[in-house]
């Protein structure tokens, strides 16, 4: 109960963070797992380089984002729930119609009081998520949209440690920690790799059987 209460205060901790595949948010976060298995290592790839059938994107911050209505109020507010942003929004200080804004938003008409994930890693464009029936709940009028973030060359990072045990034998654990504010294996993966390998690193009886153990981004 003890370790639960633990991993489920790690949650709260990390659950505001805003994380994309990378970015300040994922670097945070991978500090924040050091302080919880101090031997994890944190690596990083240059953005441009390319691992296998992939090319590591550049980098993208988000400080700001919100929509100001035609009444006056702040909806889609970043700083609320960063979910509200599409990811790697670039940049953009206007005011718009209803129509025009409608082909900057994205829902989920099938659960309609859910905000959608939404991310546009190398499509440059800019967008807003929100549920089905705040947008549904939307009326005509000019609406000021604003998104101060930046997309530039930077670096992936990501962790990894070995934990080497009496077999030749390797068991390889992998999870990933780039979607932000949701729970179901978006924490719940990396909560769980870092605690079972942190359980590993100090059972003896279990490291006998291991050979490496990988938990990762």
């Known amino acids: 109960m003890t370790e639960g209460l633990e991993m489920h205060n790690w949650a709260n901790d990390l659950w505001p ?12 976060t991978l500090l924040y797992l050091k302080t919880i298995l101090p031997d994890l290592t944190i690596n990083s790839i240059a953005s441009g380089t390319k691992v296998f059938d992939w090319i590591i994107p550049d980098e ?42 409608k082909k900057h938003l994205y829902t989920q008409s099938d659960q309609p009081d859910v905000i959608p994930y939404v991310t546009s890693y190398y499509n440059r464009r800019w967008g807003f998520c929100l549920s089905h029936n705040d947008f549904n709940s939307l009326r005509e009028g000019q609406y000021q949209v604003f998104i101060d973030s930046e997309i530039y060359n930077g670096q992936l990072n990501y962790a990894d440690i070995v934990i080497k045990g009496k077999s030749s034998k390797e068991i390889l654990l992998s999870t ?28 003896k009886v279990l490291r006998r059987y291991l050979g490496k153990t990988v938990e990762k981004r």
Not at 17 to 28: F, H, K, P, Y
Not at 72 to 77: L, P, S, V
Not at 179 to 200: F, K, Q, T
């Open 60 to 101: 993208w911050h988000c400080r700001n984002a919100y929509i100001i209505t035609p009444d006056g109020n702040k909806i889609c507010d970043f700083k609320t729930n960063n979910l509200h942003v599409l990811g790697y929004s670039t940049a953009i200080n206007k005011t718009l119609s209803l129509a025009e804004l």
């Open 17 to 28: 963070i805003n994380r994309s595949l990378t970015g300040q948010g994922v670097r945070e």
């Open 176 to 203: 990933y920690i780039c979607h932000p504010s949701m729970a179901n294996n978006e924490l719940s993966g990396p909560l769980v790799s870092i605690a079972l390998a942190r359980h590993i690193k100090s059972n």
